[in-house]
């Protein structure tokens, strides 16, 4: 058994940590400030195996089926629901580019099906069909409550044994060789120091940060934060809109109903790099903007109120694809999920897990293409199929 | 839903269902909202979100003013989303 630091106290983190208390190791966990702070609690609760390439197509097929078992696994109710994600195309190009997908999605046990625009209106009851000529269908795509989520992880992870704290800071990283040797905390305005064997950077927007603490430059896994923000409704009835209903082509806008109360949460592709790593301030231009899209694709919308608006990161790389792997001898990173953490968790926290507990995973992640060192190297993947 | 005082009146959640969470080692504000959606109605916390704060007080052995309330949200009440796209779409 070795001791094991992970930096992040999101989604990420917190599930890395329940994966490798599970395999027997002693874990220590840091959030600098509350668990969840970071993106995780900031997301739109969406879950896709639809992707456009065979990689995230194949992880988040695996990522999905740790999913539908994970309510069961972590003992607690998480709000795992599989409504489906449904995406619309808006011409003839924009069709046949579905077909594609959905053949590749096929070819990788994805049951996505193109439908027309009467089965869009039964799935989706306040759908304005017009516009649309076609969707692309997965029933088996799903929601889940990030919250609840990421608090089922950490109760389960702190009963193995996890030391999972928050509001504490890491503040250095002590490095022999290609080797980090100990970590520093800073906790209740006093810094500390643990001995470790292994570290893993699971910080997402952060992660820059502490690959410049472990003597790495900061620019080596290019990790940019961009302003996302959503917009939510009241609680409307049920079953108006329980897929991710997505027109890529109206600048990827969205909607799709909370599946904790029911009320219509809306997003769109309308982003802007982050000022600082503190400018969570939602913006009237967004919610103008995400609203005139709402409406179009369900014109009741109109008449609903909204509630809330908020703000959190996409830590993007520049080809939209996470970082993960090994930066050193013991240094790890998950980081740069580009919105699509909370969805990639399950597999992507027993993937990492597996590699630094044993060396190798199971899981089918490739780690090639997620390789933190592609950038450096300047390889760069298709961009990865963004949306929450 | 546990216990019968209702602390907030949008979602339903009870004193009981508060001092059961915090009692379970949740006391960061924060993540009390989120998990019990305290707060996250249409009113936006006003009535519920000084109380929770006095409950966590009480429990903490904090001072009510050492708690900061959790970050407010827009909008301040409630808004057609008709006045904000307009009268006709685009």
Not at chain 1, 94 to 112: S, Y
Not at chain 1, 120 to 138: D, Q, R, S, Y
């Amino acid at each position: 058994m070795s001791k094991i630091a992970i930096i992040g106290g999101g989604i990420i983190g917190v599930a890395t940590a329940y994966e490798l208390a599970k395999l027997g190791e002693e874990v220590v966990l840091f959030e600098k400030n509350y668990f969840g702070s970071g993106s995780t609690f900031r997301c739109a609760t969406g879950i896709r195996a639809q992707f456009t390439d065979e990689a995230n197509i194949r992880l988040m097929k695996y990522s999905v089926e740790r999913w539908e078992r994970l309510e069961e696994e972590l003992g607690a109710d998480i709000g795992f629901n599989q409504t489906g994600y449904l995406f619309l195309a808006t011409s003839e190009d924009e069709v046949e580019a579905f077909k594609a997908n959905i053949k590749l999605q096929n070819k990788f046990g994805v049951p996505t099906r193109l439908i027309d625009m009467d089965e869009g209106k039964e799935i989706v009851p306040i759908l304005n069909t017009e516009p649309f000529l076609a969707g692309a269908w997965n029933p088996k795509d799903a929601k889940a409550n990030p919250f609840k989520t990421l608090f089922a992880y950490l109760r389960r992870a702190r009963e193995l044994g996890v030391d999972a704290r928050e509001h504490t800071e890491v503040v250095g990283l002590e490095r022999e060789g290609d080797t980090i040797t100990a970590v520093k905390f800073r906790s209740k305005g006093k810094v500390e120091r643990v001995k470790v064997d292994a570290v893993l950077n699971a910080c997402n927007a952060w992660a820059p940060l502490i690959n410049g603490m472990a003597g790495l430059k900061r620019d080596l896994v290019p990790i940019k934060a961009y302003k996302h923000q959503l917009v939510k409704t009241e609680p409307l009835e049920r079953g108006q809109a329980e897929p991710l209903v997505c027109p890529p082509s109206w600048n990827d806008a969205y909607i799709i109903q909370d599946g904790e109360d029911g009320g219509i949460i809306c997003g769109a592709g309308i982003e802007h790099e982050a000022k600082s790593l503190d400018d969570v301030e939602p913006t009237y231009d967004f919610l103008r903007g995400v609203l005139r899209y709402a409406v179009r694709i369900a014109p009741p919308l109109r008449y609903a109120h909204v509630v809330r608006q908020w703000a959190g990161y996409y830590a993007k790389t520049p080809d939209s694809n996470p970082a993960i792997g090994k930066l050193l001898d013991n240094f790890y990173i998950a980081a740069g999920f580009s919105g699509h953490g909370f969805m990639m968790a399950p597999a992507v926290a027993q993937a990492m897990a597996e590699l630094i507990s044993k060396g190798r995973s199971k899981v089918p992640l490739d780690w090639e293409w997620y390789d933190p060192y592609r950038f450096e190297r300047g390889e760069l993947r298709s961009s990865a199929f963004q949306i929450g | 839903m546990a216990g019968k005082t209702i602390v907030c009146r949008c979602n339903d959640v009870t004193v009981e269902e508060i001092e059961a969470l915090i009692d379970s080692g949740v006391t960061d504000i924060e993540e009390i909202k989120r998990l019990l959606r305290v707060g996250m109605g249409p009113c936006q916390g006003r009535t519920c979100i000084p109380i929770v704060i006095s409950i966590l007080a009480r429990k903490t052995g904090k001072k009510p003013e050492e708690i900061a309330p959790p970050k407010a949200r827009v909008p301040v009440r409630p808004v057609r989303v008709e006045v904000i796209v307009g009268g006709a779409d685009e």
